[in-house]
């Protein structure tokens, strides 16, 4: 059980990181670079800070065990879709394999936190 709980919260921390920590530092530290990611594939400005906003309550979701199960699950999806749009905006608009592959990296980290969660949880 122990090693389960390991694998979970080591892959949960760096999806913390990635997907809640950096965007948010990102809006409070340096907004001027909020929108840097977005504004070259088309995307207005205020749909940055949605997605950071969105983001950041994921992980939340996602990071505390006592947050009811259907919570839970809605937001592994919602960063489940928000990794995957991702990858298929970087794919049609500039078609940069580094941007496209990080999207891919990031979503099988979430799933292994996903996996270890459904693991930890359906056997205590």
Request: charged share 10%.
């Amino acid at each position: 059980m122990k090693k389960k709980r390991t694998i979970f919260w080591v892959a949960t921390t760096i999806i913390i990181l990635w997907e809640g920590v950096m965007p948010l530092s990102t809006l409070l530290f340096a907004p001027q670079q909020a929108t840097v990611g977005t504004k070259p594939l088309g995307y207005p400005d205020y749909f940055a800070y949605t997605l950071i906003i969105c983001k950041v309550l994921g992980v939340i979701a996602i990071s505390f065990p006592k947050i009811p199960a259907k919570l839970t699950e809605w937001a592994y999806a919602g960063l489940t879709f928000n990794l995957i749009f991702a990858f298929i905006s970087h794919a049609y608009v500039d078609k940069n394999i580094g941007f496209m592959l990080m999207p891919l990296v990031v979503l099988g980290i979430l799933a292994v936190s996903y996996i270890y969660n459904r693991k930890i949880q359906t056997n205590g």
